[in-house]
């Protein structure tokens, strides 16, 4: 689920790529009646949605391959592909974090009309899935199986030292207002003589601190960033001097070793982040099945709405087994039996509405001490708004960060750091001609 720098090479060439099949003809349906199909993924967790697949259509052949993500190895693939027209997969993953750039150069196949008619699924699927999908026509091009609302997973341990209880409403009160959230970092701080941190590092707060803005960057041949991008600069310059944050960048060594020694309280993270990140870092052994899980976590609400990752898939616009592609595509997006036991299963949060309305109600998560983490996820994901998602925002949102880090570690004032971002960006972003830092 962690996102990679896209290379500046990588990207001029899905542009390109995207004018040259603009030209070309748009190869219709298959209707040979072909029995295999041939997938892509960077990831594996298409595995397991496969055999659940072949047990619907036992008589499909599939042919699956991963290409991990390391270095823009997958991306690299899926373009040169796509621009050779030579060993293409029928169906393709791609990334929230990159996947709006795939979907510009047009190497998905439009869902929303005949004869795929996938604008008749939205009823029943969490709206801003498909509509994340949605081409300059605004046509959806790609589905995927999850939903990915944020939450605020804590140590109810700490909380229990610090605010007396470890109930999630009452630790919601305190982590759900930055201010009142910071206010908890100076208490933990007291209370432990400087020994545990609120956070690993403060770019933990950057998703929900990134899906705080109700517009684009990219405004025509601006870029604007909100001042909130600004708030959160001065905010991760005053965590680090005053010790409120372990000091850890996100996704590095230290920054999973904290979960398991108890030093931080908490973590901000996604649906997927539950299962895939803290159970198998925090408790391993548990994690794996030797022993239970201590019920030491809970989650609470972060001092934002947000949404971080998720896996969409789509046809490749050049396949000739188009017809059996949407039938893989249909059944992982939007099949609710499908979607149920897959989230029974996995305790994946899933984007079928149906299902969650079904199922939101049973889970019990153990890790989370009994916690119902469906229920608060099923709220959670009402407020998610991807409106002001845009092609850019993986390669702008990287070089604010670059940026922070430099100016919270005292490297660069304010100013420079601002000023060397929008150079940055005029670097990065084709015909820009101006980059407005609101303050």
Do not use: C
């Not at 590095?252 to 990140?277: E, K, N, Q």
């Not at 153990?366 to 916690?371: A, S």
């Amino acid at each position: 689920m962690k996102s990679v720098r896209l290379g500046l090479l990588a990207l001029a060439m899905i542009m390109v790529a995207g004018l040259l099949m603009a030209g070309g003809q748009q190869a219709s349906p298959s209707a040979s009646g072909e029995k295999k199909l041939v997938i892509w993924s960077f990831t594996d967790e298409l595995g397991g949605m496969i055999e659940e697949f072949k047990k619907v259509y036992p008589d499909v052949e599939v042919e699956f391959t991963v290409y991990p993500n390391d270095d823009e190895v997958y991306l690299n693939r899926i373009n040169n592909t796509m621009r050779s027209r030579s060993q293409t997969p029928d169906v393709f993953t791609g990334e929230r974090a990159w996947f709006r750039q795939v979907i510009e150069a047009g190497y998905w196949e439009p869902l929303s009309g005949a004869p795929y008619n996938a604008e008749g699924l939205m009823d029943n699927l969490v709206s801003y899935v498909p509509d994340l999908s949605r081409d300059a026509q605004g046509q959806i091009t790609a589905l995927s199986w999850q939903a990915t609302p944020g939450g605020l997973f804590y140590r109810r341990s700490i909380a229990r030292d610090v605010l007396g209880t470890d109930d999630p409403a009452v630790v919601s009160q305190w982590t759900s207002d930055i201010n009142k959230f910071y206010e908890l970092g100076e208490k933990i701080k007291a209370y432990y003589g400087g020994e545990k941190f609120l956070l690993s590092g403060y770019s933990d707060m950057s998703e929900f601190i990134f899906n705080r803005r109700t517009e684009p960057y990219v405004q025509g041949s601006r870029v604007v960033i909100p001042a909130t991008l600004v708030e959160y600069m001065e905010l991760a310059k005053e965590m680090r001097e005053n010790r409120i944050e372990a000091g850890a960048g996100t996704w590095s060594p230290p920054w999973f070793s904290s979960m398991a020694d108890a030093s931080v309280f908490a973590y901000i993270l996604p649906t997927w982040g539950l299962h895939y990140v803290l159970k198998p870092n925090a408790e391993p052994e548990a994690n794996a099945g030797t022993q239970e899980f201590s019920g030491d976590w809970g989650l609470a609400t972060p001092p934002a709405p947000y949404s971080w990752g998720g896996t969409w898939v789509g046809i490749n616009r050049n396949s000739q087994n188009k017809d059996l592609a949407w039938e893989f595509v249909r059944f992982v997006g939007s099949n609710a039996d499908f979607q149920e036991n897959w989230a029974r299963t996995t305790g994946d949060f899933v984007a079928n509405t149906q299902v969650i309305d079904r199922i939101k109600s049973d889970f019990s998560e153990p890790f989370l001490g009994g916690q119902n983490h469906y229920a608060y996820f099923a709220e959670e994901v009402a407020k998610v708004n991807v409106s002001f998602i845009g092609p850019w925002d993986f390669q702008i949102q990287n070089a604010w960060g670059d940026q922070v880090d430099l100016y919270a570690n005292g490297q660069k004032s304010l100013d420079q750091a601002i000023a060397d971002f929008g150079l940055a960006v005029k670097d990065i972003i084709p015909n820009i001609s101006e980059v407005v830092v609101n303050r």
